[in-house]
Nanobody, 121 residues
């Protein structure tokens, strides 16, 4: 089992920045990749970005790649999401997730509880 816990959400003004953290625990040796997803009000959850645990290969949603940056600290079993130039339409609940076979399946197996990011205009 793997547990993931997000932190760092909150309220920010348009144009501002937030840094999100996601800490994994448990069988972290099984993690192949971690990722972030966002679910805006009334919409389905959407992929934001992923990073492979070894190699650090990243994959961004096209709409996010210029403003969001993912990084990882393997020693701390933590990934970070730097969110810059935030827009009101970025308002969403953001979820962190861990994948055990991302490079084979693109499937995420373990999910955090989600934390709210609200961008005010």
């Amino acid at each position: 089992q793997v547990q993931v816990v997000e932190s760092g959400g909150g309220l920010v003004q348009a144009g501002g920045s937030l840094r999100r953290s996601c800490a994994a625990s448990g069988r972290t040796d099984r993690i192949d990749a971690m990722g972030w997803f966002g679910q805006a009000p009334g919409k389905e959850r959407e992929f934001v970005v992923s990073i492979t645990w070894s190699g650090g290969r990243t994959n961004y949603a096209d709409s996010m790649k210029d403003r969001f940056t993912i990084s990882r600290d393997n020693a701390k079993n933590t990934v970070y999401l730097q969110m810059n130039s935030l827009k009101p339409e970025d308002t969403a609940v953001y979820y962190c997730a861990a994948s055990l076979q991302y490079r084979l399946t693109n499937h995420f197996d373990y999910w955090g509880q989600g934390t709210q990011v609200t961008v005010s205009s």
